[in-house]
Structures are given as structure tokens and as C-alpha cells.
């Protein structure tokens, strides 16, 4: 598990925002998450609708495989799965 020690927030004040765009399901947000919240898995196909063409080429490179959201209202905003993000696709957002 990772250090909780920067996790204040309450849980469900904010959540994981993925950019679909260019998240490369490289897993690194998984064991960083202290709560469980991601999974790397196939994106469903009604989350492709509206990607960029270089976001439609990574899919097809990657297998669809991207960081999926299995909990996020149990995010505490400690911002630990943004600084493992090797593409800097996770923001957090206020709810």
C-alpha cells in the first residue's frame, strides 16, 4: 500500500479525471492508489467516442488497454496516481 500521509481530503471531494487521450494503460496509477481506485482493462467502446486521432492510434497500439476507474469516491485527493502517471493523463477534479 502507498503512504496515505498526503491524502486529506474526505473521501468523494474530488476525483480521478483520465484523459483518455493519452493514457497508455502503462499501470502505473494501480499500485500507486492507496484506495483501490484504478484498474488497468480494455476501454469500453462507448469511451472512445470523441478521441483525438492520435488518441485513436494509441488505443489500437495499446489494445484499448487504459487506467479505468473502479471506485473513485473513495479518492482522498493525495495526488499520488498524477505523480505516477508517466503520460500525464490523470488531473484530480472537485466533484
Not at 503512504?3 to 487521450?21: A, L, Y
Not at 508517466?86 to 472537485?94: D, Y
Request: proline fraction near 7%.
Amino acid at each position: 500500500m502507498s503512504d496515505t500521509s498526503t491524502c486529506r481530503q474526505e473521501p468523494g471531494v474530488f476525483i480521478p479525471v483520465i484523459d483518455r487521450n493519452k493514457c497508455e494503460g502503462k499501470a502505473d496509477c494501480v499500485p500507486a492508489c492507496p484506495y483501490s481506485i484504478f484498474k488497468v482493462d480494455t476501454l469500453p467502446t462507448d469511451l472512445r467516442t470523441g478521441l483525438t486521432f492520435i488518441g485513436r492510434l494509441k488505443g489500437t497500439a495499446h489494445g484499448w488497454q487504459q487506467a479505468l476507474l473502479v471506485q473513485p469516491e473513495q479518492c482522498r485527493a493525495c495526488g499520488l496516481c498524477v505523480k505516477a502517471c508517466p503520460e500525464h493523463a490523470i488531473t484530480l477534479a472537485k466533484k
